[in-house]
């Protein structure tokens, strides 16, 4: 199984501009896709519902961290 990162990084490579709310909505997206067309997740991460929209939060976590 791959990883959100892994995700999110071929998004980005497709999406250059893409902002981080659109990015995290993409990746739900994506895994609600994935579930409804094969039957399993796309990626193992858990998704919530935070205020500003769903998000992937151990990715957006790693994301913060890596950007200190």
């Known amino acids: 199984m791959t990883s959100?990162?892994?995700?999110?990084?071929?998004?980005r490579q497709r999406l250059p501009d893409v902002g981080v709310k659109k990015l995290h909505k993409?990746?739900?997206?994506?895994?609600?896709?994935h579930l409804a067309a094969l039957g399993r997740p796309?990626?193992?991460?858990?998704?919530?519902?935070?205020?500003?929209?769903?998000v992937v939060g151990e990715f957006w976590w790693q994301e913060q961290n890596s950007a200190d």
């Open 4 to 11: 959100a990162r892994d995700v999110a990084a071929e998004l």
């Open 26 to 33: 993409l990746l739900y997206y994506a895994q609600g896709h």
């Open 42 to 54: 796309l990626f193992s991460e858990s998704i919530s519902a935070w205020d500003m929209g769903p």
